[in-house]
């Protein structure tokens, strides 16, 4: 079966998508499978001239927005790199970025499509102070959706809370499917160490919809309580002066350390001893799930699908968004308690090893994948019949 993966970011780029689709090739490397990775690289820019239609709204009355034009040039230039690149039949298409999914209907109108939504780019544009929610760029955006519905074969999404949030944008949001991202247990390596002090770790890309200035001001709390810690952020992004600022006014730049963008973080992760990540708002939240395979406590807020992830109290802490008070009485019950940060990561581990290993997603995915095979019948059946004996 000729699969293609189509990504918006190269498989590289740092985010819930690379954690799972560059592993995937190796996982349906046989003879029964050929899978294809296709993404737009970063110098494609004003390539695409051709017009752009959608088939349910008529995106030109959102025109006057900046963000909109600049979606749709984007859009035209994947296409135009798309119908440049591909020139081959695929059995089936998964594209993982909405963008994608619409060009890859329109330069491959008869190949089954399949289609999954790990985010909401309005949102997160509404929470990092960027776009207005009601505006024309939230209004634009979340018209996408009905348009994605209405071209693809099967629309997933990676969290039962996101597809709620998509609820509303859609004529059957029941025939939504729901399949978190999977990862590569091979990378996940946990050491046993013991830290005097707390190592407290986040990783995300810095701005205003993970919460950070609230991490920060928890924190500031903890060492008003005479608690020790040191606190490691990874990542950058337009918010890393502003929160460097905050954490020298607040007086905790000396137990913050600020790494940047590093690479692999899941190399160095293990040696550290709670990961605590207050989001605004996240579909999915893989790096949990990577923390969780690094053996660390989990604190996060009670929202999206860090919900899903974390049992309060039995493989992490919930905390509402926003309540620096309530995330530091968190932090300063797992830094306190070794023995209960010691469960919370053993019960994480567990649950992330059984329900987000690649080998588990892998498996639905080829379920998924067979329901298009070009030929069904007796091929397919015996193919879907091995699936849950392949090994871990």
Known sequence: MRLLQALFFPPEQPGGVSSMIPYLQERFS??????????????????????????????????????VTKYIQTYKDYRWWAKMRLNKPYDLIHSHHPLVGMVMKEVFPDTPLVQTIHSSYERELILN?????????????????????????ILMTVSHSFRQYLA?????????????????????????????????????????????????????????????????????????????????????????????????????????????LPSRAEAFGS???????????????????????????????????????????????????????????RTGWEKAKTQYSLSHIVNELKKLYLEFQPENSVESMSQLSVLPNEPE
């Open 287 to 345: 790096v949990f799930a990577e923390a969780a395979l690094c053996w660390l406590a989990l604190v996060g807020t009670d929202i999206g699908g860090i919900a899903e992830q974390i049992e309060d109290g039995v493989n992490g802490l919930l905390v509402p968004p926003e309540n620096e008070k309530l995330l530091a009485d968190a932090l300063e019950k797992v830094i306190n308690d070794p023995s209960y940060r010691y469960e919370l990561a």
């Open 30 to 67: 046989s003879a029964r499978w050929e899978m294809e990775l296709f993404s737009l690289p970063k110098r494609i820019r004003n390539k695409g001239k051709e017009d752009v239609v959608f088939e349910t709204f008529d995106w030109t009355i959102y025109s006057e927005s900046p963000i």
């Open 129 to 153: 102070g960027k776009i207005e929610r009601g505006g024309l760029e939230d209004q634009f955006l979340t018209s996408l959706y009905r348009e994605l519905e209405h071209k693809t074969d």
């Open 168 to 276: 509303p944008f859609l004529d059957h949001p029941e025939h939504v499917r729901v399949l978190p991202n999977g990862f590569d247990e091979k990378r996940f390596k946990p050491i046993a160490h013991e830290n005097e002090v707390a190592q407290l770790i986040t990783v995300c890309r810095l701005v205003p919809a993970k919460g950070l200035d609230t991490l920060l001001k928890a924190c500031a709390l903890l060492k008003q309580r005479g608690q020790a810690y040191v606190l490691h952020i990874i990542g950058d992004g337009p918010s890393r002066t502003d929160l460097e600022d905050l954490a020298k006014k607040l007086g905790i730049y000396e137990e913050t350390i600020f790494y940047g963008y590093t690479l692999h973080p899941e190399e160095f992760m293990p040696f550290f001893d709670i990961f605590v």
